[in-house]
Each structure stands twice: as structure tokens, then as C-alpha cells.
């Protein structure tokens, strides 16, 4: 079936543009954005908008966490002919300088979730390491992706408030990836679900300092063997300095007694010379990921799923409510972090998770917690 893009010598597979190359029905497209307050308001944004080709299927949502109250917007529909034009329901991505600038907006009516946001690079996106994971003979996840850390500037809604967006007060990051993880229906557990225990231990933490950004990205085994590791510190494009590998990273995390949830961190790098190079980061406040958002554990909904043509919704969430707050330990969290590194002040997403094993953090057994 010919697409309208196969006019653009553009093709990375021999077929049209109308398909992917692998036919995997976890095949997806996906951005997402973050919204960071330098710490005066206790606010939040994440967004995203995702293109699942194999099946059919367009979804977008806004997420904006304002104290403990989580505001959600969301939608999905048929997917279009139209790959450039990246909308469903209230929500559109405007790709205006590809890597540099884009906008995003989600229409929300009077009341409701609603922004409408530019985003402009501080530094140029970076290639992260290529990302898998395989449970047994199972590959859950194979993508690649790009971070991107810079600024905001615009209008964000919520919950009755709405907050003037600016690059001396916010700090963005946006995540760009496609590949093949987990979405639309699930499918049967099989074999290894019955047999192999889940386990993440997973740190992504982009920072926008003043003079450079870092890109921290680490996932472990239950038994601390590294399967994705990158420390990387980016300069501004006019600085002549290309990207800069930081070493292993090490990341020490303080946990709330009782729980595994962190309350401050370190992370230890270092440059080429071998001079150390660590951030202080302090966390204040947070989004589970699995509450609106979409992601793992989400009961609710989640990437993918067809829910017919022109489906809107509206959510609302307290995260005090004792039903909510059961799923807190089983969520990829994203933090609000103001970090420190030599000297200079940053801000950025601390995004972390830890479920099931993980030996070297004290967590021998599926339910341990920090002493």
C-alpha cells in the first residue's frame, strides 16, 4: 500500500512507508516532555504522544501534578496517513526546527488540564546507548532514543491554576524514542512470568546546569550485572566542545526508612582526566508514572490500547489515597531534582525505580525496604 511519504527518499526498510520494518505489534513511536520547576511551585508536567503503526492505534496524554493532586488528560484514536501530523483529540506536537524547537498543546477547556509549550535545546540532543531488555527468551524491549535538555516557554494549566512557563524558572527535558516495548493488549504471561521474577533497578537523569547539561542512564540485574550504563556531560552548541563521556556512573540513594523511596542522592562521575565529578541531588516532588500516565503497572490504561475512535478522558488522582498509594512501590517514578555539580545549581527529572532484588542496595527479597 503506498503511503504519501514514499515520495521522500526517506526509506530505511525495501517497503512502504506505510509499515515498519519488524511486525511485532509492540512496534511504537513515541515522545515524551517534562515539565521542571526550579523549586517554586509544587507543580509538575508530563506529557506524551505515541504512534503504535502495527496496531493502528494513536494516543496522547498530559499529566500535570499539582502537590498530591494528579490532573490527567488523555486520548487516543485511528492512526492517520498523515505521519507529519502529529495530533489526537485536545493534544498536537509542532515539529518547528527539527531537534531544536518544538511546540506542544494540549487544548483542554476552561478548567481542565490544558498548556501550551515551546521547547528550545540549551544543548544539542543526544544519542542514547542502544536499550534492551529479554526476560528469558522474551525481548520486552529493544529501542533507541534521543534526550534533549533545554527550556520552556508558554502556558500550563491545571486543577483551576495556571502558571506563566519561562526559561529562568523552568527547566525541560524531552525523551524520543521507538523501537519495540510493551503496548496495546496484553498477552498471555507464559512461561516466564510463572518462573522468572520481575525485577527493575533503573536510574534517567537528564540535568540543565548554566554552563553544560548531563545525561545519567543505569539499569541493573538483580545482582547489580550492568545491562545499560551512560554518564555523558553536554556542552552548549556554540561552545566548540562536542559531547564528553563522564565514566561508570555510581549512584549512592538515600530511601525513606521503610520504603524504596529516595529522598536525596549522589551521583559520582568522572572526566577523562580522572577528576571526579559529582552531583548532589535534592528531590522535591514527584510523579508516579503508573497513576495516569500509562505506564507499567497503570490499571487504568496504557500505551497502545484501541479505545475506538475519538476517545477523550479526564482523571483526577490524590496521591494520599490509600488505593492509589498501593501501587506507588511497583512505579517508575519521576523526581524533581535541583542538582549541584561544581559549584553550579541545576535542575532536571531524577527518574528511578526499584522493584524486586536488588542485592546491592540491601533488597534480598521481592518486598525488602531501606532499614
Request: charged content about 20%; hydrophobic content about 35%; glycine content about 10%.
Amino acid at each position: 500500500m503506498a503511503h504519501p511519504l514514499d515520495e521522500y527518499p526517506i526509506h530505511q526498510v525495501p517497503r512502504s512507508m506505510s509499515y515498519v520494518g519488524p511486525s511485532d505489534k509492540d512496534f511504537y513511536d513515541r515522545n515524551i516532555f517534562h515539565v521542571i520547576p526550579h523549586g517554586q511551585v509544587d507543580m509538575q508536567l508530563i506529557a506524551g504522544y505515541g504512534l503504535y503503526p502495527n496496531l493502528g492505534v494513536q494516543d496522547a496524554y498530559c499529566c500535570v501534578r499539582v502537590g498530591t493532586k494528579q490532573h490527567v488528560m488523555r486520548a487516543s484514536d485511528a492512526m492517520t496517513d498523515d505521519r507529519m501530523k502529529m495530533e489526537v483529540g485536545p493534544f498536537r506536537i509542532e515539529v518547528i526546527e527539527p531537534l531544536n524547537t518544538v511546540r506542544m498543546v494540549c487544548d483542554g477547556g476552561p478548567g481542565e488540564v490544558s498548556c501550551d509549550l515551546v521547547w528550545s535545546a540549551s544543548v544539542p540532543v543526544h544519542d542514547e546507548a542502544h536499550h534492551e531488555m529479554v526476560r528469558g527468551t522474551k525481548t520486552l524491549l529493544d529501542a533507541s532514543r534521543f534526550v534533549g535538555v533545554g527550556t520552556w516557554e508558554g502556558t500550563v494549566s491545571a486543577g483551576g491554576e495556571t502558571w506563566e512557563i519561562t526559561p529562568q524558572d523552568f527547566t525541560a527535558t524531552r525523551d524520543r524514542s521507538w523501537g519495540i516495548r510493551p503496548v496495546g493488549e496484553a498477552v498471555g504471561a507464559g512461561r516466564y512470568a510463572e518462573e522468572i521474577e520481575p525485577s527493575l533497578h533503573w536510574f534517567w537523569a537528564p540535568f540543565r546546569f548554566e554552563d553544560f547539561s548531563t545525561v545519567v542512564i543505569l539499569q541493573e540485574e538483580s545482582n547489580g550485572f550492568r545491562t545499560l550504563n551512560e554518564a555523558t556531560r553536554l556542552w552548549p552548541a556554540g561552545s566548540g566542545r562536542g559531547p564528553e563521556q563522564v565514566g561508570w556512573p555510581s549512584i549512592d540513594v538515600k530511601y525513606k526508612s521503610g520504603t524504596r523511596f529516595p529522598e536525596s542522592a549522589t551521583i559520582h562521575l568522572t572526566t577523562r582526566d580522572r577528576e571526579p565529578l559529582v552531583i548532589d541531588v535534592e528531590l522535591l516532588g514527584n510523579m508516579p508514572l503508573n497513576v495516569g500516565c500509562g505506564y507499567g503497572s497503570d490499571p487504568d490504561w496504557s500505551h497502545g490500547l484501541w479505545k475506538g475512535r475519538n476517545w477523550v478522558e479526564r482523571v483526577e488522582y490524590d496521591l494520599t489515597d490509600p488505593e492509589v498509594q498501593g501501587r506507588l512501590p511497583f512505579a517508575v517514578t519521576d523526581h524533581v531534582a535541583r542538582a549541584t555539580c561544581n559549584g553550579q545549581v541545576g535542575y532536571g527529572i531524577f527518574e528511578h525505580a526499584s522493584i524486586g532484588v536488588h542485592t546491592p542496595s540491601g533488597f534480598d527479597e521481592f518486598f525488602s525496604v531501606a532499614p
